[in-house]
């Protein structure tokens, strides 16, 4: 079985820093594509970044100059370096692994969140 469980979320002013980290348990491998997504109240959950097992990533626009994802396959890990935040980026984060493209049939998986919230 794959969990995820996801930490680093609080509490912080216009202009801070966090950063998430997802720790990874159970049989998720290098090649498996990785990212973060965040729901904001009342609206749809996004992609915010994404990392593949070559280290290729991708953002939302959004985020772009901001926010920096990284992984360590060893210790299956993803992180999510969040800088220079504004309070629209207040939301619950999630992290996920998406193994579709080993597996051949969709396969997704998700951590309980952690919520960020950016305010004065």
């Known amino acids: 079985q794959v969990q995820l469980v996801e930490s680093g979320g609080g509490l912080v002013q216009p202009g801070g820093s966090l950063k998430l980290s997802c720790a990874a348990s159970?049989?998720?491998?290098?090649?498996?594509?990785m990212g973060w997504y965040r729901q904001a109240p009342g609206k749809q959950r996004e992609l915010v970044a994404s990392?593949?097992?070559?280290?290729?990533?991708n953002y939302a626009d959004s985020v772009k100059g901001r926010f920096t994802i990284s992984r360590n396959n060893t210790e299956k890990q993803v992180y999510l370096q969040m800088n220079s935040l504004k309070p629209e980026d207040t939301a619950a984060y999630y992290c996920?692994?998406?193994?579709?493209?080993?597996?051949?049939?969709?396969?997704?998986?998700w951590g309980q969140g952690t919520q960020v919230t950016v305010s004065s």
């Open positions: 990392i593949t097992g070559d280290y290729s990533t």
């Open positions: 159970g049989r998720i491998f290098y090649i498996d594509e």
């Open positions: 996920n692994v998406d193994l579709s493209r080993r597996l051949g049939v969709r396969t997704t998986f």
